[in-house]
């Protein structure tokens, strides 16, 4: 099962070293990576995506909480939860096609952020089944690069008023 792990650690030198090398010397193979600061620059908000049964899960996040620089773990893959993920496509744009891939790019509320002699470059975000549809149309055409970001995730509170 897919898990998506919102970890919340100190902002230092190494605690991403420690974090990720405690989940692949178990075996784990780690889908998609994204970390960033948090509103408070003394911390980093981690989000992993994770491959395991539950067994194998709740063996990480124990290990996981044993970290002195881990301050708080949430799984979010069972919560109602916001996840984004940036893709930039590269895709080959003959100037005979190009309204094409320009109406493409509007359908899908992204943006063209560079213009080439036979190519134009798409920034999209979006949840993975919009970025598949996206990739997937932009084949048609040639896709020559893609870089994506690693997921990121945050709680639905629909608790707050």
Do not use: C, W
Request: glycine letters at 6%.
């Amino acid at each position: 099962m897919k898990h998506i792990l919102s970890i919340l650690v100190e902002n230092k030198p190494g605690v991403l070293s420690r974090v990720t090398g405690l989940i692949s010397r178990r075996g784990f193979n780690i889908d998609s990576l994204s970390v960033g600061p948090t509103e408070d620059p003394t911390m980093s908000r981690i989000t992993i995506i994770v491959k395991a049964d539950d067994v194998a899960y709740e063996q990480i996040t124990k290990q996981l909480h044993k970290l002195v620089s881990v301050y708080k773990i949430s799984d979010l893959t069972k919560e109602s939860a916001i996840e984004r993920e940036l893709v930039l496509f590269k895709v080959n744009a003959s100037p005979e096609r190009r309204n094409e891939i320009i109406e493409i790019t509007n359908v899908f509320r992204a943006k063209i952020v560079d213009v080439g002699k036979s190519s134009l470059t798409i920034e999209a975000t979006g949840d993975e089944s919009k970025l598949k549809g996206m990739e997937d149309l932009f084949r048609a055409y040639g896709i020559k690069e893609i870089t994506r970001t690693g997921k990121i995730a945050m709680s639905r509170n629909s608790k707050e008023v």
